[in-house]
């Protein structure tokens, strides 16, 4: 149960921080890191070895405490989250798509050596939303983003966007792999939302 909820807070923090990139055009640069980071790990054993640790996924945690006690504006995130876990069905069942997915991922982690830390992360991230527009926008339902023009047409905006959802979905196919479902999400909110405290008193 703890890990569960650890990799379902992994989706909560990516798709906070998309509500957070549509609306405001800013985003919490720490998280976001420790997502995109997420995206390079798909060999990791434990899921420690994929966050780096409980600390490191605070916001993902809060959100998924927020939006289960149901405050609204949270109500975009969960629209998000819920779309994530139906994409990571169809996404499961496409070795082809995986493999693409997985192969250039691999590439990207290789790529910005040599640049500042942000920088490089930018760069990934524009890789990484070409490559979300080529395989996981074309798995249906389709994720509409709900947020303000003016920063949803910042190309950095949507690259980070795109990378997010992503690494929403990562966390989504860990989530599943833990034995997590659709219908624990909606009927055992409860006891999901107990473990989400402990992680953050502990």
């Known amino acids: 149960m703890k890990e569960r909820t650890l990799a ?3 989706v909560m923090q990516a798709t906070e921080l998309v509500r957070q990139a549509a609306w405001h055009g800013t985003w919490s640069g720490f998280a976001a890191s420790v997502c995109l980071q997420t995206l390079f790990k798909l060999e ?5 070895g ?58 990207i982690a ?19 939303a070409q490559l979300y527009t080529e395989t996981i926008s074309t798995l249906s339902p389709r994720i509409v983003v ?10 950095r905006t949507v690259d980070w966007v795109r990378t997010l959802l992503l690494a929403g979905l990562r966390s989504a196919v860990l989530w599943d792999q833990l034995g997590g479902s659709r219908f624990e999400l909606m009927l055992g909110r409860k006891k999901i939302l ?8 502990n």
């Open 8 to 10: 379902l807070a992994g």
């Open 44 to 48: 990791a054993e434990t899921v420690d």
């Open 50 to 107: 994929v966050y780096g640790g409980k600390t490191r996924l605070r916001l993902g945690l809060d959100t998924l405490i927020a939006a289960l006690q149901g405050e609204n504006r949270h109500t975009d995130v969960l629209t998000y989250t819920l779309g994530l876990v139906q994409i990571e069905r169809r996404f499961m069942k496409s070795e082809a798509l995986q493999g693409i997915v997985g192969r250039r991922l691999e590439q």
């Open 110 to 128: 290789q790529e910005g050596t040599g640049l500042e830390d942000h920088e490089r992360e930018d760069q990934q991230a524009h890789e990484i």
């Open 146 to 155: 709900n947020g303000k023009p003016q920063y949803l047409k910042v190309d």
């Open 194 to 201: 107990e473990e989400a405290k402990a992680l953050l008193l």
